[in-house]
């Protein structure tokens, strides 16, 4: 669309800029452009609750194009959870509105005396009192903004998690779709920002109409003849949560278990059981997979409402398998209350399976857990101390903040048990766990670990990694997207034919090098150096298990630190990217500042 908006919310100002092409054909879009935002107009070390973080919520070039999967926005912010570069991606319908609504993304700095939201209306946009709002979930939230504004608008908000700025916070679209990582729900609430609004008609531009669409016809062809589509339409992301916690690849008991062994009966993860209660099967704007589902009311033991969404991979690790946990309801309970109080379940469930293994081990009893006994796989509990965790009520406000910041306040010996990466909690693969083309120990444990988002899984880290920016930036699905054929040479057709630009493979790539240097050249400027940064071991099998799929492994993340950092051309023990590598991707002021000039001690004039 060509246009950003600005939002000042301390003073109200509002302004629009149209950057120049430039910044897509050098950041493309999404968390690219975001970053080479942040970066410019924000100093380090600023406070992430504070008025100087800034929001930005932006799509991608494929947002609202015939590219399937072309539904995402990115949310970017310096994460509170963290300290450094933050961003989450959502689906939803949200993303394609706000082009409709005539803008390519919006960035909120300052801190607003009164809850507000902010309304963009087809070219306009303006802040409104959000007071009647504030307290309410999200659910109700996007119901009675969608009726003061009509249908066809379409809402991101927060929940009651983020206005009482816990970091595990999330943003909320569609009643289920989260930008869930990096806590930036708590910066919106931190705001006093309760929702963004965006409604219009405007259409999205796209160069040359008919190859994108005959580029998307074929991808869906492709798609169904693979099975892909029907597979995907008929379960979701669910479906594999029973074969995932034998085969090693979700993480069990706090990542300290074995699925065989502490979970032998998993079938009431079952795929079938998963979709029991489904209503009907949805899906985000204009995506022929609709991999999403809308359940029936709950009428057993947990009385969650009409419309809460299908459980997804993530929250059956989460809240399942991770705390050895195969209640299927229970689970829906607990990722109904996450997104309606606007949590992110990966980080919730996490939490609670943190505290479940301290439970056991006497570090926190009933007295501290207001009566509640967090054993291992005891659902009703999991789902008490989710609904107290994100009401910040009784020990859940112990535990809102992520698991870093719970073993503090607990103390004792509870450090012992976090299990997370730089501050975030872990996305639910075992890096462990061998792939068909990857042999057992050499799968990425570094993207968990050096990404400057850390713990996410969706990026990857290293070359390997490019085409993945490329995919987020784009603002297309990356479960779509992740289908071979979807990626590489297919995406620079589509994103040719819709931007008009025309691009090389090579320098698509270089774009998504140029991504992944800003976001971590953002972290390095706060101070943070992630090779430093908490790891726990268990992630990498040190001590590796002795039974199970995953016996006897243990991974070289050494080895995979050091020839990624070689690849990238970054420093093996800061982790700065050489001053060569800033130049040649065009960052010069980056590269300006992280290799400043040396200061000559000789005296200008005088003996040589
Ligand atoms: S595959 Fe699923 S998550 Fe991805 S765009 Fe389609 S409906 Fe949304």
């Given at each position: 669309m060509g246009r950003l908006l600005f939002v000042n919310l301390s003073t109200g100002e509002i302004e629009d800029e149209t950057p120049d092409e430039s910044l897509y054909r050098e950041f493309i879009g999404g968390y690219g452009v975001g970053a080479r935002i942040l970066y410019s107009r924000q100093k380090a070390g600023v406070d992430p609750l504070g008025p100087d973080n800034i929001l930005g919520l932006i799509t991608g070039p494929l947002t609202g194009s015939p590219a399937i999967g072309g539904c995402r926005y990115q949310a970017v912010a310096k994460s509170p959870l963290t300290g450094g570069w933050g961003d989450a991606n959502s689906g939803g319908h949200f993303g394609p509105s706000l082009k409709h609504a005539g803008y390519d993304g919006v960035f909120f700095t300052g801190i607003s005396e009164q809850p507000v939201y902010l309304l963009v209306d087809n070219g306009r946009a303006q802040l409104k009192d959000a007071s009647h709002l504030w307290g309410k979930d999200t659910y109700e939230t996007e119901d009675t903004l969608e009726a003061e504004h009509g249908e066809k608008s379409k809402v991101i908000c927060i929940g009651p998690a983020g206005e009482k700025l816990s970091l595990a916070a999330c943003i909320i679209t569609h009643k289920g779709d989260a930008a869930g990582r990096s806590g930036l729900g708590a910066v919106m609430g931190a705001k006093k920002l309760k929702a963004v609004v965006a409604r219009g008609d405007k259409k999205v531009s796209i160069a040359d109409l008919e190859t994108s669409n005959r580029l998307r016809e074929e991808q869906i062809a492709d798609l169904k003849a693979s099975g892909f589509l029907e597979r995907f339409h008929f379960y979701g992301t669910g479906g594999h949560g029973d074969t995932s916690a034998h085969s090693g690849d979700t993480p069990v008991k706090n990542w300290g278990g074995i699925g065989v062994i502490d979970l032998p009966d998993v079938s009431g993860l079952h795929k079938d059981k998963v979709i029991a209660n489904l209503d009907k099967r949805i899906g985000c704007w204009h995506c022929p997979a609709a991999c999403k589902g809308s359940l029936k009311a709950g009428t057993g033991e947990y009385k969650y409402p009409a419309g809460n969404h299908r459980l997804e991979y993530e929250t059956i690790g989460a809240f399942g398998v991770n705390c050895a946990n195969?209640?299927?309801?229970?689970?829906?309970?607990?990722?109904?209350?996450?997104?309606?109080?606007?949590?992110?379940?990966?980080?919730?469930?996490?939490?609670?399976?943190?505290?479940?293994?301290?439970?056991?081990?006497?570090?926190?009893?009933?007295?501290?857990?207001?009566?509640?006994?967090?054993?291992?796989?005891?659902?009703?509990?999991?789902?008490?101390?989710?609904?107290?965790?994100?009401?910040?009520?009784?020990?859940?406000?112990?535990l809102a903040d992520g698991i870093k910041i719970a073993a503090k306040r607990i103390g004792r010996r509870a450090e012992e048990f976090t299990v997370h990466s730089g501050g975030q909690e872990m996305g639910m693969h075992d890096p462990k766990l061998g792939m068909p083309m990857i042999p057992a120990g050499k799968r990425a444990a570094v993207m968990y670990k050096m990404d400057a988002t850390p713990g996410r899984h969706t990026q990857d880290f290293g070359p390997y990694g490019f085409m993945h920016h490329v995919n987020n930036a784009m603002g297309t699905c990356m479960i779509i997207f992740m289908w071979p054929t979807a990626r590489g040479p297919y995406a620079l057709r589509m994103i040719n034919a819709v931007t008009g630009l025309d691009r090389s493979i090579e320098e698509l790539l270089k774009a998504g090098e140029r991504i992944a240097n800003i976001r971590h050249v953002f972290t390095l400027r706060e101070g943070i150096n992630p090779l430093?940064?908490?790891?726990?071991?268990?992630?990498?099998?040190?001590?590796?298990?002795?039974?199970?799929?995953?016996?006897?492994?243990?991974?070289?993340?050494?080895?995979?630190?050091?020839?990624?950092?070689?690849?990238?051309?970054?420093?093996?023990?800061?982790?700065?990217?050489?001053?060569?590598?800033l130049l040649e991707l065009r960052l010069d002021d980056l590269a300006e500042e992280l290799w400043p000039p040396e200061k000559t001690s000789r005296p200008i004039f005088g003996p040589k």
């Amino acid at each position: 669309m060509g246009r950003l908006l600005f939002v000042n919310l301390s003073t109200g100002e509002i302004e629009d800029e149209t950057p120049d092409e430039s910044l897509y054909r050098e950041f493309i879009g999404g968390y690219g452009v975001g970053a080479r935002i942040l970066y410019s107009r924000q100093k380090a070390g600023v406070d992430p609750l504070g008025p100087d973080n800034i929001l930005g919520l932006i799509t991608g070039p494929l947002t609202g194009s015939p590219a399937i999967g072309g539904c995402r926005y990115q949310a970017v912010a310096k994460s509170p959870l963290t300290g450094g570069w933050g961003d989450a991606n959502s689906g939803g319908h949200f993303g394609p509105s706000l082009k409709h609504a005539g803008y390519d993304g919006v960035f909120f700095t300052g801190i607003s005396e009164q809850p507000v939201y902010l309304l963009v209306d087809n070219g306009r946009a303006q802040l409104k009192d959000a007071s009647h709002l504030w307290g309410k979930d999200t659910y109700e939230t996007e119901d009675t903004l969608e009726a003061e504004h009509g249908e066809k608008s379409k809402v991101i908000c927060i929940g009651p998690a983020g206005e009482k700025l816990s970091l595990a916070a999330c943003i909320i679209t569609h009643k289920g779709d989260a930008a869930g990582r990096s806590g930036l729900g708590a910066v919106m609430g931190a705001k006093k920002l309760k929702a963004v609004v965006a409604r219009g008609d405007k259409k999205v531009s796209i160069a040359d109409l008919e190859t994108s669409n005959r580029l998307r016809e074929e991808q869906i062809a492709d798609l169904k003849a693979s099975g892909f589509l029907e597979r995907f339409h008929f379960y979701g992301t669910g479906g594999h949560g029973d074969t995932s916690a034998h085969s090693g690849d979700t993480p069990v008991k706090n990542w300290g278990g074995i699925g065989v062994i502490d979970l032998p009966d998993v079938s009431g993860l079952h795929k079938d059981k998963v979709i029991a209660n489904l209503d009907k099967r949805i899906g985000c704007w204009h995506c022929p997979a609709a991999c999403k589902g809308s359940l029936k009311a709950g009428t057993g033991e947990y009385k969650y409402p009409a419309g809460n969404h299908r459980l997804e991979y993530e929250t059956i690790g989460a809240f399942g398998v991770n705390c050895a946990n195969t209640h299927v309801e229970s689970i829906e309970m607990a990722s109904h209350l996450c997104n309606s109080y606007g949590m992110d379940t990966i980080s919730a469930g996490s939490i609670i399976a943190f505290a479940m293994e301290c439970y056991e081990n006497g570090i926190i009893t009933k007295a501290d857990t207001d009566g509640i006994e967090l054993t291992w796989g005891n659902h009703q509990a999991l789902v008490a101390m989710t609904e107290k965790m994100v009401k910040r009520e009784g020990f859940g406000d112990v535990l809102a903040d992520g698991i870093k910041i719970a073993a503090k306040r607990i103390g004792r010996r509870a450090e012992e048990f976090t299990v997370h990466s730089g501050g975030q909690e872990m996305g639910m693969h075992d890096p462990k766990l061998g792939m068909p083309m990857i042999p057992a120990g050499k799968r990425a444990a570094v993207m968990y670990k050096m990404d400057a988002t850390p713990g996410r899984h969706t990026q990857d880290f290293g070359p390997y990694g490019f085409m993945h920016h490329v995919n987020n930036a784009m603002g297309t699905c990356m479960i779509i997207f992740m289908w071979p054929t979807a990626r590489g040479p297919y995406a620079l057709r589509m994103i040719n034919a819709v931007t008009g630009l025309d691009r090389s493979i090579e320098e698509l790539l270089k774009a998504g090098e140029r991504i992944a240097n800003i976001r971590h050249v953002f972290t390095l400027r706060e101070g943070i150096n992630p090779l430093k940064h908490f790891f726990h071991p268990r992630i990498i099998g040190r001590p590796p298990q002795k039974e199970g799929p995953l016996a006897g492994v243990s991974i070289d993340i050494e080895a995979q630190i050091y020839w990624n950092l070689g690849a990238l051309d970054w420093d093996p023990e800061t982790t700065k990217p050489s001053k060569k590598k800033l130049l040649e991707l065009r960052l010069d002021d980056l590269a300006e500042e992280l290799w400043p000039p040396e200061k000559t001690s000789r005296p200008i004039f005088g003996p040589k």
